[in-house]
């Protein structure tokens, strides 16, 4: 129940048997006497979506700063980003862009004093494997936003989001995302398509 981080941490303790994210094990450094035996197989496909928090569930959700991160994250600069981040250090990219995967080619709102903080519930994998940290500082000191990121197991952020307590949510479970967007608590955002945005994966 605990997050990809801690999960590794508690394996690595106990010699156990472990099923993570391939972006997290790369930048785990605990490793003890771990190792893979298992990786590749396409049963172990983990795609990443964002969706916007229904505003119609949730009055307060921030639309304008959702739709503002969700846009760059469906950027060019974003993408360039997410494919390069880790190859330097670990000889390969932690996540790897979706082909197909929605894009954004326009302006991005800029924040303003009156429209600042962005919160963000997200899956433990893409905070624990350094990702948000290498991402949010070109997308706060481009346009201004602050972005208060809340890491949880991924049903633990979805449950966040159906409470109304973020106004982004980043997850990898499609049948718990379904679901979300089935029982209304998603907002198509404009421009796109679909309410949930797959836009990169990893292994497991």
């Known amino acids: 129940g605990s997050g990809m981080g801690p999960a590794l941490n508690t394996a690595s ?16 450094r605990n490793r003890g006497n771990l190792e893979i035996l298992v990786q590749g197989d396409k049963r172990m496909f983990n795609p990443y979506g964002v969706m916007m928090v229904n505003p119609a569930r949730h009055p307060h959700v921030k639309v304008p700063e959702a739709q503002a991160f969700i846009d760059w ?63 949010l500082p070109t997308f706060e000191g481009k346009y201004g936003y602050e972005v208060e990121v809340s890491a949880a197991g991924t049903g633990k952020a979805i449950a966040a989001a159906t409470m109304g307590n973020a106004d982004v949510i980043m997850v990898h479970s499609k049948t718990q995302e379904e679901a979300f967007i089935a029982d209304g608590y998603a907002k198509l955002v404009d421009g796109y398509d679909s309410e949930r945005l797959t836009f990169m994966y990893n292994y497991f």
């Open 13 to 28: 303790s106990m010699d156990a048997y472990i099923l993570a994210d391939r972006g997290t094990w790369l930048s785990f």
């Open 73 to 135: 994250l469906m950027s060019d600069e974003a993408a360039s980003l997410i494919a390069n981040y880790g190859v330097a250090e670990y000889g390969e990219a932690l996540f790897t862009l979706k082909d197909g995967k929605p894009s954004f080619s326009g302006d991005i709102q800029s924040a303003t004093d009156a429209t600042k903080t962005i919160r963000l519930s997200t899956t433990t994998s893409v905070n624990d494997s350094g990702l948000l940290d290498y991402l």
